[in-house]
């Protein structure tokens, strides 16, 4: 790996992990209104897979080999709350969500990642 590579690309990516590893939900709960908002404030699990999905929702968005395609990100996020909503209180309803959302953020930096190191030609 270049220092390069590691100050561009994997640094910001860190700190960004880091940052959000230390709270719970990624939203106020004290704020919690909606059944789906709710559900999640209240379980351990959700609030986990809800900090991930955030985390990686961030990192998608700071990766500049992806920012030509921001607004399509926005209204994939957007396209996920709705879905999420839907769901109500329903904990394995939005478990399968954010499954899903997570599984989708985490391919599309994947590859993102390896067409810039294949662009760069630091690829092993």
């Not at 230390?22 to 704020?31: G, H, N, T, W, Y």
């Not at 921001?70 to 109500?88: I, W």
């Amino acid at each position: 790996m270049t220092p390069r590579l590691f100050l561009t690309v994997l640094l910001p990516i860190f700190l960004v992990l880091t940052a959000a590893a230390a709270r719970a939900a990624s939203f106020d709960c004290a704020k919690a209104a909606k059944p789906d908002e709710t559900a999640i404030c209240g379980s351990t699990k959700l609030s986990d897979l809800d900090v991930e999905m955030a985390t990686l929702y961030r990192v998608r968005m700071e990766l500049p080999m992806l920012m030509g395609a921001r607004g399509a990100a926005q209204d994939e996020q957007r396209a996920f709350l709705n879905q999420r909503e839907q769901c109500g209180g329903n904990v394995t309803c939005i478990q399968a969500a954010y499954t899903a959302r997570i599984a989708t953020l985490n391919q599309t930096i994947k590859a993102a990642m390896q067409d810039y190191c294949a662009k760069l030609g630091i690829c092993g």
